[in-house]
């Protein structure tokens, strides 16, 4: 049976869960709120999914896979459905945790993971696909999607002859996904011309989060037009992708959470590195109820003085936030001094160079 499901990512702010006896685990369990985690539909795909989901990058953040496999099952068994993944996220060691995870569990999620072509063929793309259902364990992805649409030729390299559109058709044909979309964090107008373009995209992801709201928006210019269309929007990034924001206090993870569930989006997906997020998270989803239109307008008047220069979203203005894997093939330099970017150029598959 085909599966729906689960959890993604908004980065919440707590220090890691230190190894708990399975009774203190359960009391825990116990205080993350009420109540169902709402479902919503994914676009026009007659799927309905969790309104969170679990972001696969913070997944590689645990320490062990056993404490990555503890967050996932405590995570389903909560009602999340939506979990996101990526091919490159720490070469491949998220992807194989997440799939040690969702043993037995399979049919209870709704499993996405994400190509990492940037440009590249379509026979790459399918390559890449056969790698990630071999680490994830499953003959099928619910939604497959192109990772990282942040330059301005990607639309057009991805609508090339033999690139990764094509191995999309081709893999929905045989299959392996059921679902196909795209993502990228760094211009709305990227996105605007990949839908120009005209693919009919099941989904697309963004950043959203009252700061967008107010610099290079994805909530005014791409929000509206992904609706318009049927298509499934995907928030992440709620609290900006390092919470710099919470941690300065200017403003808390709940109104963040609250603000990015109340668009409307299909799912909120959120990064999610320890048992204590995961929970603070639920307790905001379980039997959620939106802000309020001037709840809304409040939050974003509020975030407006800091965020016209990028400072609490610098996935938008930083190269530090481009992956070595989407650059390289761009031919564009990477910074070697980067803790991830050492471990996969030291430890990485070798697929950032050109095919």
Known sequence: MRSVGALGAAVGLS????????????????????????????????????????????????????DAVRLVHEAVDAGITFFDNCWEYYNGKTENWLGRALRGRRDKVFLMTKVCTHGRSGQLALQMLEESLRRLQTDHLDLW?????????????????????????????????????????????????????????????????????????FEKQVLPEVNRRGMAALGMKSMGGTAWAVKNRVVSAEAL???????????????????????????IARGFTPMTDGEMDALRA??????????????????????????????????????????????????????
Not at 39 to 52: D, E, F, M, N
Request: with cysteine; proline share 7%; net charge neutral.
């Open 15 to 66: 220090a890691h869960v230190g190894a708990l006896d399975s009774a203190a685990a359960t009391r825990k369990g116990l205080d993350a709120g009420s109540g169902e985690i709402p479902r919503r539909p994914l676009g026009r795909t007659g799927v309905q999914v969790s309104a969170i989901g679990v972001g696969g990058h913070h997944l590689g953040d645990l320490s062990t896979v056993d």
């Open 145 to 217: 999607q192109i990772h990282g649409i942040v330059y301005d030729n990607d639309p057009e390299l991805a609508y090339a002859a033999g690139g990764v559109l094509e191995a999309f058709d081709q893999a929905k044909k045989q299959g392996k996904t059921r679902f196909v979309g795209f993502t990228g964090h760094k211009d709305p107008a990227f996105h605007l011309k990949m839908l120009e373009l005209g693919y009919p995209f099941d989904t697309v992801q963004m950043p959203l989060n009252p700061f967008d709201a107010g610099f290079h928006s």
């Open 257 to 283: 959470l609250r603000y990015a569930m109340s668009l409307p989006v299909a799912v909120t997906i959120c990064g999610v590195d320890s048992l204590d997020v995961l929970r603070q998270n639920l307790r």
């Open 302 to 355: 509020r975030c407006a003085p800091t965020a016209a220069d990028g400072r609490y979203e610098p996935y938008k203005v930083s190269l530090r936030y481009d992956n070595p894997v989407t650059r390289l093939p761009h031919g564009f330099p990477i910074d070697p001094t980067q803790r991830e970017v050492k471990d996969m150029l030291s430890k990485g598959t070798g697929a950032w160079e050109p095919r």
